[in-house]
């Protein structure tokens, strides 16, 4: 059983008000919102802000959940709206720093890269490269049109590559 079948089996529960099973939907679901969370804060305090505020505005909402939806889709939405809410009031700014050996680590470069990256552009990559998604997909959780995520993405990749060439980080 996979875990959006989990989920819609535990959803009648949450809407009575089972807080066991309202765990459960948080043991199931908060790796993954914490997951996007960071990706879009590139901080771990934002990050766990942005989780604490996804879990109450679900609780808040229980009793609209419907099973016959994809609760996970709900979830990331919930996650990803309060990430560019928190994003815009904290614009993580450019890291400068030297090491030792010339060599930075991968994902260091890449996580400085999007540094650079306003909080959508840098969300957009995210769910695309990290979480796999279609810009179907995406547009649905941003609500915005299909083929505004593919000029978004574009751009994005486009600004990304220019700051690691260009040694911006």
Do not use: W
């Amino acid at each position: 059983m996979n875990v959006e079948d989990k989920l819609k089996e535990i959803v009648p529960k949450i809407k009575n008000g089972d807080l066991e099973a309202f765990e459960m939907l948080y043991n199931l679901t908060y790796k993954y919102v914490f997951k996007i969370a960071y990706a879009i804060t590139l901080s771990k305090e934002d990050a766990e802000d942005v989780m604490q505020n996804t879990y109450l505005k679900i609780y808040e909402k229980r009793k609209t959940l419907d099973s016959s939806d994809t609760i996970m889709g709900y979830i990331k939405r919930i996650a990803i709206n309060y990430a560019l809410k928190n994003s815009k009031k904290t614009n993580p700014k450019f890291i400068n720093r030297e090491t030792n050996d010339g060599k930075d680590d991968i994902k260091e470069i890449v996580e400085d890269a999007l540094k650079q990256l306003d909080s959508k552009d840098r969300s957009i990559i995210t769910l695309f490269y990290m979480d796999n998604l279609s810009t179907k997909e995406i547009s649905f959780l941003l609500n915005e049109s299909e083929e505004n995520i593919r000029v978004r993405l574009h751009r994005a990749r486009n600004k990304l590559r220019e700051v690691i060439e260009n040694g911006e980080i």
